[in-house]
């Protein structure tokens, strides 16, 4: 990993990755910094020009991040006890809804705050469990209504408000949290 300084972006993380196949940039808010990660064959030259095509989404990323809320920083979270409040909400849904799935997992990931697999293996965010009780019970709803849906086409949407008419405030919300 190397670092360099931007005169307008400030510190610049650069990550050379093998096996990558592009360029990306990604801010990362806990830190409050860029990181850009490009193949391991591609000059460093070209990585930083990259950054420079991006800058003006760069600038607005960095300005916009204050208003950003990171999960990470809000306390310290037991990962069993996050594991079950998250299995019992599901199971609450599911109930409710007559929606199923097969497992539950946690795990720390840096953009998404859940997934679902196409065999219906749902992925939580160790980190939702500092956001609010109703943006846990949207995210677990959210990922119960892909293994009906699988991508966020206008009838996962219906399907979500369905279940719960405040779901589109809700994901609203939620991009105010960052994991
Ligand atoms: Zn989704």
Request: overall charge positive.
């Amino acid at each position: 990993m190397k670092f360099i300084y931007h005169p307008e972006i400030g510190e610049l993380e650069l990550n050379r990755k093998k096996g990558r196949k592009n360029i990306s940039i990604q801010y990362k808010y806990a830190e409050g910094k860029f990181s850009i990660s490009y193949p391991y064959n591609c000059p460093i030259k070209v990585a930083i020009q990259f950054a420079n095509s991006r800058i003006d989404w760069m600038r607005k990323t960095k300005s916009k991040s204050s208003e950003k809320i990171v999960a990470r920083n809000l306390g310290i979270i037991n990962r069993k006890l996050a594991l079950e409040r998250f299995k019992n909400l599901a199971e609450e849904i599911c109930s409710t809804t007559g929606l199923n799935y097969k497992e539950i997992k946690i795990r720390k990931m840096k953009s998404i705050w859940g997934s679902c697999s196409i065999d219906n293996k749902i992925c939580l965010n160790l980190y939702l469990a500092n956001l609010p009780s109703q943006l846990q019970y949207y995210v677990v709803l959210h990922e119960l209504c892909h293994t009906v849906e699988k991508n966020h086409s206008k009838s996962f949407w219906n399907l979500v408000s369905r279940y719960w008419s405040n779901a589109i405030t809700l994901d609203k919300e939620l991009r105010r949290y960052v994991p």
